[in-house]
C-alpha cells in the first residue's frame, strides 16, 4: 500500500464528482486532485467538464472527463462503465442539482434533485469494491433552516439530508455518508447577488458578511470524505459563514 497523503487519502484512489464542470463541483474536483485523488469528474457540461479535467491534468493531476446526466439511469449507468480509468473508485461526492432559481414541477424536482442523489449512489455502490468507501452529498442550509422559493428546492434539500441518515444508519457496512449544507457561495448561480440591494441585505445577516467561496465549501467536502473523518457518519455540516445560527 502507498503512503497516505493529504487528509489521509491513499495514492490509488478515485473520487467521482457530479456537477464537476462548475462552482462547487469543479472546485471539488480541483482540490481533490491537489491531496493526489485521481479526479472523474462527471457533468452535463462536455466541455466544461473537459475543462476542468484539462485543468488537473495541467497541473500534473489525474483525471477523466464523463459527460453524463445524472437524472437519468441510462447515463449513469453508463458514465459508471466509463469510470473505470483509475481502478477503484473509493469516493463519490454528489453535488450535481438544479438550480434552486429553477421553475420546476415538484414532484419532476424532487426526483431530479434527491432521485439523482440516489440513482448515482446505489449503482456506485453496486460496482464500489473497494474498502471503506465514503460518499459526500451536497444539501444546503435551505434543506435544514432556511425558507426558500420555489417549493421543491427546500423540500429536496432536506430530503437529501433524509437520504444521507438512511445510508449511514443502514447501509453503514456498505459506506461511510455525510453531507454538507453550503449557504450562499460564490458560483455563477449567484452571479451579480453580492452587489444586488437585495444582496447586501442578506449579507449584512451573515456574520463573516460575504458570500462562501467554491473552495471553501469544497475542503469541507473533502474533510468528510477523507479519512481523517472516519468516525464521522450521519453528519449535514453547515458551511455558512455563521448565517444560519443568527436566524
Ligand atoms: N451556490 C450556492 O449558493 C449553493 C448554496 C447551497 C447549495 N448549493 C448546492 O451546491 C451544488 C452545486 O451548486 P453550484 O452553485 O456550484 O452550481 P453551478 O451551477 O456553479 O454548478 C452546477 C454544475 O452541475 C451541473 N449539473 C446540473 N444538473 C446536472 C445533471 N442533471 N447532471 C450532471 N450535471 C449537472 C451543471 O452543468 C453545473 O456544471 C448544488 O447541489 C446546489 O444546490 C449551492
Redesign the pocket.
Known amino acids: 500500500m502507498s503512503a497516505p497523503i493529504s487528509f489521509g487519502f491513499a495514492a490509488q484512489d478515485a473520487v467521482i464528482v457530479?456537477?464537476?464542470?462548475?462552482?462547487?463541483?469543479?472546485?471539488t474536483a480541483l482540490n481533490a486532485a491537489r491531496l493526489g485523488l485521481a479526479v472523474i469528474a462527471?457533468?452535463?457540461?462536455e466541455a466544461?467538464?473537459a475543462a476542468t479535467a484539462e485543468t488537473i491534468r495541467a497541473s500534473g493531476g489525474r483525471a477523466a472527463a464523463v459527460p453524463?446526466?445524472?437524472?437519468?439511469q441510462a447515463?449513469v449507468e453508463d458514465a459508471l462503465a466509463r469510470s473505470t480509468g483509475f481502478g477503484r473508485v473509493r469516493y463519490l461526492v454528489?453535488?450535481?442539482?438544479?438550480?434552486?432559481a429553477s421553475e420546476l414541477e415538484f414532484d419532476a424536482a424532487l426526483t431530479?434533485?434527491v432521485g439523482?442523489m440516489r440513482r448515482v449512489t446505489m449503482s456506485w455502490l453496486e460496482r464500489a469494491a473497494a474498502p471503506e468507501p465514503a460518499l459526500v452529498n451536497?444539501?444546503?442550509?435551505?434543506g435544514n433552516v432556511i425558507g426558500t422559493a420555489p417549493d421543491w428546492?427546500p423540500a429536496a434539500?432536506a430530503a437529501?439530508m433524509g437520504y444521507t441518515r438512511h445510508l449511514a444508519a443502514y447501509r453503514s457496512d456498505d459506506v461511510r455518508a455525510n453531507a454538507v449544507?453550503?449557504?450562499?457561495?460564490?458560483?455563477?448561480?449567484?452571479q451579480g447577488f453580492a452587489a444586488s440591494d437585495v444582496g447586501q441585505r442578506v449579507l449584512q445577516r451573515v456574520p463573516l458578511h460575504r458570500?462562501?467561496t467554491?473552495e471553501e465549501?469544497s475542503w469541507a467536502i473533502l474533510f468528510l470524505l477523507s479519512p481523517l473523518a472516519s468516525y464521522i457518519n450521519g453528519v449535514l455540516l453547515t458551511v455558512d459563514g455563521g448565517w444560519t445560527v443568527t436566524q
Open positions: 457530479t456537477g464537476a464542470a462548475s462552482g462547487i463541483g469543479r472546485a462527471w457533468d452535463l457540461d466544461g467538464v453524463a446526466d445524472v437524472t437519468d447515463q454528489n453535488n450535481a442539482g438544479p438550480a434552486s431530479m434533485a439523482s451536497v444539501s444546503s442550509v435551505a428546492y434539500k437529501i449544507a453550503p449557504g450562499m457561495t460564490d458560483t455563477p448561480r449567484l458570500l462562501g467554491p465549501i
